[in-house]
């Protein structure tokens, strides 16, 4: 048997051969600072000393990341700047992982198989009943209604019926209270439309989708219903609004009631023709329908002009556009539209195309944006001049046909000439100039007396229709307009401050009927800001008094001071929180009324009147953005002014989901540039 032979050398003298030619090399690292590990220091391996007990379970955790993956605190002193970008740079990793996990742990929550069973529901809502003047069905129930208690306990709330989903309609469910009214929204559209960014999503810069939100989610913050129809009529003595809605299969419609309590007319408008022959040539941006038209035509355009078949002729005519309207939308939209023309179309469309492109915009006044200050008007022809946009002011449309625009165009300078004709080629025309009444707006006007607007329901300074029986018809948005005629309550408000019944309005009593006339009548009131002149104004024979005749001319000539307030997404908000307001607070006090038989409170008992507050106004006008707050305050620029449009736009979307898809779409557009498909 072989034994192993053992060696009795210590190891040292057995490596010490070996390590001879390295000497210099060990003498070296003896001299370096050591850990008591015997390890050198290093970036990321050096030792820290222990956490020490007292320390937060939080402060250990920071402390514990920060000695394993940081950088040290020697590296630190050294370099501090990159040492900060280092934690940052690690930071963020972990910030992202932590993201991901968070999203992904959601995620998988989100996915669940929940099976209904003996859902209860109330027979009128499966077989409603029939009633009203012509017989029809009366929804009285809908098919939630007794889905959980919650639910069942909204039957018995005071019925609310809201005409429409825009901004007026959103902004009203936004500020209810919930539990207070049993709400039914009626609309032919399943969503609300963020309407101001619609020139965006007709060239890709935005995403439709990432404009609209379902009046589902949102009336379900009140723990409404929604109703896909459209109004038709409406019977106020029974309080029966009459909807017209798809029938059970789908082809056709039916017809049936919808019983109120209150009623909200929130329907918007629709184009004025003004008369103008061929608009059925025409494009439309008031729905998003409407913006995906535009899209279509446009890139349709463009790829038939791209073909070599298309004659040089017909390229020019293909590739002008025309924007009948010098207002918001329309300005806006010839921005965007040159916009993509010259940063995405030069890219990947033939180079040869951009000498054919043109872009018209026509105004009827002698600036665009003419609602703005002459500032900003200015400021966004001289801009529109270096987009090379041409600008046609002065000029009325006579007729539009396939292939053409026929213009009229005065002489600002001779207002005795002749207007001149001019035609335009064209391949593309939006129509974006004034407003005109929904078919249910122009019917409630027809049956209401005391109704003579031709664009919209006049309503007092509560927002009530006029006409209807006070505290159930209320109107707003585009739709409405506040009449404000005081002549109809003179004799009313005579006899309320002659309190001496002298037949005559001192001093001291004119004051007291300036204050409540500010109170009634919003829209005048910053024509009593100077009270002792007006009494001086009219006081014609100086006797210190005011007659009846006096106070009359005084009335007559203010009404026709006041102007309408302009139909934009800002009025119709801010009346949608007014009503929503008002009626939270009817709602707290709807028990006692009840009891004492009086549902119908009158407003002026409880709730101050309408009052708009100038918010101020935007346009986008190409990489640039002008804003026009009022009071001879604006602002008009290039990137700043942008980012301040965007964020103020992005601030009102309806839903935190808009927000965030409205956000990508910007830094997608930024990165990727615009989507140029067609579909």
């Given at each position: 048997m072989i034994r192993p032979r053992i060696l009795a050398r210590p190891l040292a003298a057995r490596l010490a051969p070996r390590l001879a030619p390295r000497a210099p090399a060990l003498r070296l690292l003896s001299t370096l600072p050591r850990t008591p590990s015997g390890v050198p220091p290093s970036f990321f391996t050096q030792r820290r000393p222990a956490l020490a007990p007292a320390l937060t379970s939080s402060l250990a955790l920071k402390?514990?990341?920060?000695?394993?993956?940081?950088?040290?605190?020697?590296?630190?002193?050294?370099?501090?700047?990159?040492?900060?970008?280092?934690?940052?740079?690690?930071?963020?990793?972990?910030?992202?992982?932590?993201?991901?996990?968070?999203?992904?742990?959601?995620?998988?929550?989100?996915?669940?198989?929940?099976?209904?069973?003996?859902?209860?529901?109330?027979?009128?809502?499966?077989?409603?009943?029939?009633?009203?003047?012509?017989?029809?069905?009366?929804?009285?129930?809908?098919?939630?209604?007794?889905?959980?208690?919650?639910?069942?306990?909204?039957?018995?709330?005071?019925?609310?019926?809201?005409?429409?989903?825009?901004?007026?309609?959103?902004?009203?469910?936004?500020?209810?209270?919930?539990?207070?009214?049993?709400?039914?929204?009626?609309?032919?559209?399943?969503?609300?439309?963020?309407?101001?960014?619609?020139?965006?999503?007709?060239?890709?810069?935005?995403?439709?989708?990432?404009?609209?939100?379902?009046?589902?989610?949102?009336?379900?913050?009140?723990?409404?219903?929604?109703?896909?129809?459209?109004?038709?009529?409406?019977?106020?003595?029974?309080?029966?609004?009459?909807?017209?809605?798809?029938?059970?299969?789908?082809?056709?419609?039916?017809?049936?009631?919808?019983?109120?309590?209150?009623?909200?007319?929130?329907?918007?408008?629709?184009?004025?023709?003004h008369g103008v022959k061929g608009l059925e040539h025409c494009f439309q941006l008031k729905t998003v329908p409407d913006a995906q038209a535009i899209r279509r035509r446009v890139m349709a355009n463009l790829e038939l002009a791209s073909l070599p078949t298309t004659t040089p002729e017909e390229r020019k005519r293909l590739l002008s556009f025309v924007v009948c309207g010098g207002g918001p939308t329309g300005v806006e939209f010839a921005a965007e539209l040159s916009d993509m023309l010259n940063e995405d179309v030069l890219d990947y469309f033939p180079k040869a195309l951009r000498n054919e492109i043109s872009v018209h915009v026509v105004q009827s006044r002698d600036h665009i944006l003419n609602t703005y200050s002459e500032k900003i008007s200015q400021y966004a022809e001289k801009r529109f001049a270096r987009s090379q946009i041409n600008v046609v002011t002065n000029a009325r449309v006579s007729e539009v046909t396939p292939e053409k625009v026929v213009l009229s165009i005065k002489d600002p300078k001779d207002k005795n000439s002749k207007p001149r004709t001019v035609e335009i080629d064209s391949g593309f025309v939006l129509w974006s100039t004034g407003i005109a009444m929904q078919p249910f707006t122009k019917r409630l006007v027809d049956i209401l007396p005391n109704q003579f607007h031709s664009k919209a329901v006049q309503v007092d300074s509560y927002l009530r229709v006029e006409g209807a029986p006070k505290g159930t018809v209320y109107a707003m948005g585009d739709a409405a307009t506040i009449h404000l005629n005081m002549l109809d309550q003179l004799l009313e408000i005579w006899d309320k401050f002659d309190t001496n019944k002298d037949g005559a309005i001192d001093y001291e009593e004119w004051q007291h009927m300036s204050t409540y006339i500010k109170k009634q009548f919003p829209l005048a009131s910053k024509y009593f800001d100077r009270v002792k002149d007006i009494f001086d104004e009219y006081d014609k024979d100086k006797d210190e008094k005011l007659g009846l005749n006096e106070v009359a001319a005084m009335f007559q000539d203010l009404s026709k001071k006041v102007t309408a307030l302009p139909a934009t997404a800002q009025v119709a908000s801010q009346e949608g929180k007014y009503l929503g307001h008002m009626f939270n607070k009817l709602a707290r006090q709807s028990k006692v009324l009840r009891q004492n038989d009086m549902p119908d409170l009158d407003d002026e008992a409880y709730f101050d009147s309408f009052k708009y507050k100038h918010l101020g106004s935007l346009a986008y006008i190409g990489n640039s953005a002008v804003i026009d707050v009022g009071d001879g305050w604006s602002f008009a620029g290039g990137l700043l002014a942008m980012y301040a449009w965007r964020s103020v736009y992005w601030s009102e979307q309806a839903s935190l989901r808009l927000q965030f898809l409205l956000m990508i779409d910007w830094i997608k557009r930024g990165i990727f540039g615009r989507d140029l498909s067609k579909f």
């Open positions: 402390r514990f990341i920060s000695i394993r993956f940081g950088p040290s605190p020697e590296f630190s002193a050294r370099h501090p700047a990159v040492a900060l970008l280092i934690r940052l740079a690690l930071s963020s990793v972990l910030g992202l992982a932590v993201l991901t996990g968070a999203i992904l742990f959601h995620d998988a929550f989100t996915y669940s198989e929940r099976h209904v069973d003996r859902v209860p529901t109330n027979a009128l809502s499966l077989h409603p009943r029939r009633g009203g003047k012509k017989n029809l069905p009366i929804i009285e129930a809908n098919l939630d209604d007794e889905e959980d208690d919650q639910k069942r306990a909204m039957k018995n709330k005071p019925k609310l019926v809201i005409i429409g989903g825009g901004w007026g309609a959103v902004a009203l469910i936004q500020s209810l209270s919930p539990n207070q009214y049993n709400v039914t929204l009626v609309s032919p559209q399943t969503y609300f439309a963020f309407t101001p960014l619609l020139p965006s999503a007709c060239v890709g810069t935005v995403e439709v989708r990432s404009l609209v939100e379902p009046l589902r989610k949102l009336i379900a913050r009140v723990r409404g219903h929604y109703l896909m129809g459209s109004a038709v009529d409406v019977d106020m003595a029974e309080r029966l609004l009459e909807v017209e809605v798809p029938d059970d299969e789908g082809k056709g419609v039916a017809r049936a009631y919808l019983p109120y309590d209150k009623l909200v007319i929130a329907c918007g408008s629709t184009s004025n023709d």
